[in-house]
C-alpha cells in the first residue's frame, strides 16, 4: 500500500487550515504555497474533501476553503477515504468483492487484519493531532534555508520521473508499512 498524493496533498492542506481558527476561509493558492504542493491539484483535491463535507467552500472576493468541523473531528481516515475511497488493501476486501477463494484463503485472515490496523491509526488520528506536530513547508524553509519547492512538478519524462520511478524499484514491499503503532 502507498498513500497516493492525492491523500498526502489533502492532508497537508487541511493541517494548514486546522491551524487557523475554525472558520476561516482562506484561498487554496496560499494553502499550497505554504505547504510547497501544486495549487492546481490541491484545488481538485478540495472539491472531493467539499463533497465528502471535510471542508466548506465559499465563492467570490473573499473566497475559498474552510474547515466543515473541528480539526478534533476530522482524521486521517476521513481524508484518504474522501480522497481515495474505501480503504481496501485487496480486492477480496472491497465491499462487494465476489472472490471465488472467499472462506479458503488463508491471505484474507491476514490483508483483514493488516487493513483493520491501519484503518484504527489513521481513524484515531486527527488533523488537531497533525497539526500539533507538523511545520508548515514554508516555515521549515525559513528555519533549514531549504531552497525549491517540497514537491517539484515532474517534467514530462524529465529526469526527476525517471529518478521517482528508479527509488519506487529500490524499495522493499514492506518500506510503505507502519512500523509502530502512531500515538497521539
Request: hydrophobic residues 40%; positive net charge.
Amino acid at each position: 500500500m502507498q498513500i497516493t498524493r492525492a491523500s498526502e496533498y489533502g492532508m497537508l492542506g487541511l493541517i494548514a487550515l486546522a491551524r487557523r481558527p475554525l472558520g476561516e476561509v482562506v484561498m487554496v493558492d496560499l494553502l499550497a504555497r505554504e505547504e510547497g504542493v501544486p495549487a492546481s491539484f490541491l484545488g481538485k483535491i478540495f472539491q472531493s474533501l467539499s463533497r465528502a463535507g471535510l471542508v466548506r467552500s465559499a465563492r467570490g472576493t473573499g473566497g475559498g476553503f474552510s474547515l466543515s468541523r473541528p480539526p478534533t473531528g476530522i482524521t486521517v481516515l476521513d481524508v484518504m477515504e474522501a480522497v481515495e475511497g474505501p480503504i481496501a488493501f485487496q480486492r477480496c476486501l472491497e465491499p462487494e468483492a465476489e472472490c471465488g477463494h472467499k472462506g479458503g484463503c488463508a491471505l484474507c485472515g491476514l490483508f483483514t487484519e493488516a487493513q483493520d490496523r491501519v484503518k484504527e491509526v489513521f481513524g484515531r488520528t486527527t488533523l488537531a493531532d497533525l497539526a500539533l506536530r507538523h511545520t508548515a513547508f514554508v516555515e521549515h524553509q525559513a528555519k533549514t534555508g531549504a531552497a525549491g519547492p517540497k514537491h517539484p512538478t515532474p517534467a514530462a519524462g524529465g529526469a526527476e520521473v525517471s529518478a521517482s520511478r528508479a527509488s519506487r524499484a529500490r524499495r522493499s514491499p514492506t518500506s510503505n508499512m507502519l512500523s509502530t503503532p502512531y500515538e497521539p
